[in-house]
């Protein structure tokens, strides 16, 4: 059975034990909302413990917050980390693609007696956890998409992925996605985590215009003679 097929059933499976999700998400609809169950979220931790990744996954609501453990292999050093993970601000538009997170009560312990530079870091105290975006903004061969990391605060911006941000097509899909609904929050209650839309975020003009400019303008510029 395939990923996808797996997960299918197991939603499947959580409906028919949790039928008031069903009147839940038409509620949330109308408000223009989304509530992802953290048994999802823990369902595909399940899925990247299989696939060897981390061991010993934990998710759980800390409202608006969700704090995350596991337990990891980072750079040949065992370790369980963990933190409340906020999201504290969302910019989804033409030019950016920004999530603002922030990381508090940080965790980081060694799993066994590892005799590494990163086990020497942890066993003498020398890393500050209060400021986690510290530690990230330092850190060699950072992902193109950290856009900023400071004290407690990473700062992620998706558009700086050459995948996203330098493929025109997928640049005019997402001009036009974001005129018509974009992110507005993502927090937690003690059971989902609440995705919130905004409609229209630049009006019925801004979202005509962005039609005009990336759909319309293009089909007819094929239809035209060379």
């Given at each position: 059975?395939?990923?996808?097929?797996?997960?299918?059933?197991?939603?499947?499976?959580?409906?028919?034990?949790?039928?008031?999700?069903?009147?839940?998400?038409?509620?949330?609809?109308?408000?223009?909302?989304?509530?992802?169950?953290?048994?999802?979220?823990?369902?595909?931790?399940?899925?990247?413990?299989?696939?060897?990744?981390?061991?010993?996954?934990?998710?759980?609501?800390?409202?608006?917050?969700?704090?995350?453990?596991?337990?990891?292999?980072?750079?040949?050093?065992?370790?369980?980390?963990?933190?409340?993970?906020?999201?504290?601000?969302?910019?989804?538009?033409?030019?950016e693609?920004?999530?603002?997170?922030?990381?508090?009560?940080?965790?980081?312990?060694?799993?066994?007696?590892?005799?590494?530079?990163?086990?020497?870091?942890?066993?003498?105290?020398?890393?500050?956890?209060?400021?986690?975006?510290?530690?990230?903004?330092?850190?060699?061969?950072?992902?193109?998409?950290?856009?900023?990391?400071?004290?407690?605060?990473?700062t992620?911006?998706?558009?700086?992925?050459?995948?996203i941000?330098?493929?025109?097509?997928?640049?005019?899909?997402?001009?036009?996605?974001?005129?018509?609904?974009?992110?507005?929050?993502?927090?937690?209650?003690?059971?989902?985590?609440?995705?919130?839309?905004?409609?229209?975020?630049?009006?019925?003009?801004?979202?005509?215009?962005?039609?005009?400019?990336?759909?319309?303008?293009?089909?007819?510029?094929?239809?035209l003679?060379?």
């Open positions: 059975m395939s990923m996808a097929q797996s997960a299918v059933e197991a939603a499947r499976g959580y409906i028919r034990e949790n039928p008031s999700e069903i009147t839940r998400a038409i509620r949330n609809a109308f408000g223009l909302r989304l509530g992802v169950p953290l048994a999802a979220l823990r369902w595909f931790g399940k899925q990247a413990e299989k696939a060897g990744k981390v061991e010993d996954l934990k998710v759980d609501a800390v409202p608006p917050g969700v704090r995350v453990s596991a337990s990891v292999d980072l750079m040949g050093t065992p370790i369980r980390a963990g933190a409340i993970v906020y999201i504290d601000r969302i910019v989804f538009d033409d030019d693609m920004t999530l603002v997170l922030r990381l508090e009560e940080v965790m980081l312990k060694l799993n066994g007696d590892a005799q590494t530079p990163v086990a020497a870091l942890i066993k003498s105290g020398a890393l500050d956890l209060s400021n986690p975006g510290s530690l990230v903004g330092f850190m060699p061969n950072k992902s193109p998409v950290i856009a900023e990391a400071k004290d407690n605060r990473i992620l911006d998706l558009m700086r992925d050459p995948r941000g330098q493929n025109p097509m997928v640049r005019s899909l997402v001009a036009v996605l974001t005129s018509l609904v974009t992110l507005r929050d993502i927090e937690s209650d003690d059971e989902h985590l609440e995705i919130g839309f905004r409609a229209l975020p630049a009006g019925f003009r801004g979202a005509a215009r962005n039609l005009r400019r990336h759909v319309i303008m293009p089909s007819i510029g094929k239809l003679p060379r």
